[in-house]
DNA sequence: ACCCGCAGTGAGAACGATTGTCAAAACTCC
DNA sequence: GGAGTTTTGACAATCGTTCTCACTGCGGGT
């Protein structure tokens, strides 16, 4: 512990990498990958680390810049959102997402948690589907 | 395809290994992960190999037998279910889990994705806690 | 009972996303 | 400018999961 013992709060330094990753999130409004992100910075010409994009992301959804989701197979995307809890419309095939509320969900999940005893109490809704530009796509294509 | 050309639905032969995991999984309620299961077996002296336990419990969750949910840090965890469609309560530090149904949200899904244009719509929706037990243990500790 | 053919199995290799390591680089504040 | 941290990045290491592929064994005709 340092002398001082103040609130070392979340003293997050503003570095070069760091930047490029949260421009690099502005740029897009889709559900992208860990991986995908560190690519589009190497497009772009910004040397970034995979690991610090790693390390940014997750900074950075803890302090609730970014949003998470997990696809259904684990793996894990992350996209620039409001800070507001919400949820999310998900395309499964292009990564476009919507962002939704619905506070009868938030009181239904509160309120079945502490009928059961539940503490600490936290939830993942995600709705998926293909939206109306993959549909057409893919009908376009039979 | 056979002469015969009947539905071929899913042929699923009712093998050792394949019941052993069906009776594994009717030995417990909570969520556990492909591995726990494995070893459960393996502490019965059932020999299943660890693919055939995580192909059996695909399998599985495709025809419904049982459910599949992620945790935060992306690992899949599976239980016997019922086949009706419900969400579920879960210990983040047992696993316990309790079945719930909201007609209301299943609504709601529908409805948002419909407004968005989205096709083939699904949802996923698990409401993460500390059971009962689970809370009073962790307070004594302190 | 005997054969055949193919679904099913298992040991281990391969995979792929994520995390850990740790010395070098960058910052902050004095 | 220098001390003390924090951050970075190349690379190794993890770890859950999937793939490979030779081998096993059920099923159903004969
Ligand atoms: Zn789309
Ligand atoms: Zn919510
Ligand atoms: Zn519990
Ligand atoms: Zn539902």
Redesign the pocket.
Known sequence: M?STERE?AT????????TAVARALDSFTDFR???EIHALLGQRGE??????????L?RMAESGDVDAL?TE?????WRRCSATHHHHLVCRSCGAAVEVEGPAVERWTRTIAEEHGFAEVSHTLEIFGSCRDCTSASAAGS
């Open positions: 340092t070392t003293e997050m330094r503003p570095t070069r990498q760091r990958s860990a991986q040397k970034v680390g995979l690991a610090t994009v790693y390390r940014t997750q997990r197979d684990g793996e894990a995307l």
